[in-house]
């Protein structure tokens, strides 16, 4: 089993910050991409930031300048530091990682239960 373990969400302001951490643990042997979606309600869940094994990012371009996407590969977590948050991003945010279990040849993906993140106005 693979597990995912979000923390940090919750309610701030507009204009505040919020860090979330995600850490993976289990029968894991190595992960390429890791990321952050989010799904307001009734809206689809979508893309807000993603990184690759050598650290490359990319963003939404909603979030662009203002959240930063970090990865510690030696203890399987990452991390989404947000600032100037905006009402609109309030969503449940996911995490994902696409990688491969031990004793497998392909790889897969793998979500987190989701954290709640709320910005009042």
């Known amino acids: 089993q693979v597990q995912l373990v979000e923390s940090g969400g919750g309610l701030v302001q507009a204009g505040g910050s919020l860090r979330l951490s995600c850490r993976v643990s289990g029968s894991i042997f190595s992960i390429d991409t890791m990321g952050w979606f989010r799904q307001a309600p009734g809206k689809q869940r979508e893309l807000v930031a993603g990184?690759?094994?050598?650290?490359?990012?990319n963003y939404a371009d909603s979030v662009k300048g203002r959240f930063t996407i970090s990865r510690d590969n030696a203890k399987n977590t990452v991390n989404l530091q947000m600032i100037s948050l905006k009402p609109e991003d309030t969503a449940v945010y996911y995490c994902?990682?696409?990688?491969?279990?031990?004793?497998?040849?392909?790889?897969?993906?793998?979500w987190g239960q989701g954290t709640q993140v709320t910005v009042s106005s």
């Open positions: 990184i690759d094994s050598g650290g490359s990012t």
């Open positions: 994902n990682v696409n990688g491969r279990r031990y004793w497998s040849s392909i790889n897969a993906d793998y």
